[in-house]
């Protein structure tokens, strides 16, 4: 079966004055997660025991709390701690039998599944798939839609992890010259960019020189946020 596409919302992020369309596209799939799970889905048995298993990161059980429904995310996380705890309890009293002078205690049954368990998240996992999928629209459409590759080439650039994403995945979704072409191009963007941030983050910088105290402030008066966006590694833009 032909892979989905979603040329709509690619289309539509780089239509955005954006210093990172990619995050643009991130958070959209951020929203719709967030809203999907703690929507009438927690109630639904194959959600739950997802949610039960896996939880959620830190970040994505700050933007869950400041949701309205409350009791949803109680009752989510109520059943989340119940079997957490279970699954602890039974894999702690698997590891604390008798130990010798020449056994130690294997605990690696509960640290694996302590590590497991901090390191996944039901959003974070929903919103993976379909950006992996966004990512590759954006290659099919560069490589495939002369409007959207002039687009690309218009952009304001990308944030160093998404400009890392879209050169990574580049190479399972082009191959020979156009694959050489997209990264020199793709490079090409993202540093001409970041030297224009980096020129207004200067300027910005200046200005709190009283040499400079009367000059224009020029494009710097955002180039702290801005500058923000380029250079975080974690998803997401600090631009509103």
């Not at 994505?60 to 119940?82: D, F, P, Q, W």
């Not at 694996?112 to 996992?125: D, F, G, H, I, P």
Request: aromatic share 10%; charged share 30%; proline share 2%.
């Amino acid at each position: 079966m032909k892979e989905q596409l979603y040329t709509i919302p690619v289309n539509d992020a780089f239509a955005e004055d954006s210093e990172c369309p990619i995050c643009m596209m991130y958070r959209e799939l951020e929203k719709n997660a967030v809203d999907f799970t703690m929507g009438p889905s927690y109630m639904e048995d194959d959600i739950r025991m997802e949610t039960d298993k896996i939880g959620f990161c830190t970040e994505h059980t700050r933007k869950l709390l400041k949701k309205e429904n409350k009791l949803g995310l109680s009752l989510v996380l109520h059943t989340h701690m119940m079997k957490t705890s279970k699954d602890i309890e039974e894999l702690a009293k698997s590891a604390t039998g008798k130990s010798s002078l020449f056994k130690k205690k294997d605990i690696s049954g509960l640290t694996n599944y302590l590590k497991k368990l901090n390191t996944s998240c039901y959003v974070c996992n929903k919103i993976e798939d379909t950006f992996h999928r966004y990512i590759r629209t954006v290659h099919y459409l560069w490589a495939n839609d002369e409007n959207f590759r002039t687009k690309y080439e218009r952009s304001k650039g990308f944030c160093v992890a998404h400009y890392e994403a879209l050169i990574t995945q580049a190479q399972t979704n082009l191959s020979g010259a156009k694959l050489d072409e997209y990264i020199e191009s793709t490079t090409r963007i993202y540093l001409e960019n970041m030297r224009r941030v980096e020129g207004d983050l200067e300027w910005f910088i200046n200005k709190y020189d009283y040499r400079y105290k009367d000059e224009p402030w020029k494009n710097s008066k955002d180039a702290l946020p801005r500058s923000v966006t380029k250079t975080a590694t974690m998803e997401g833009n600090v631009e509103e």
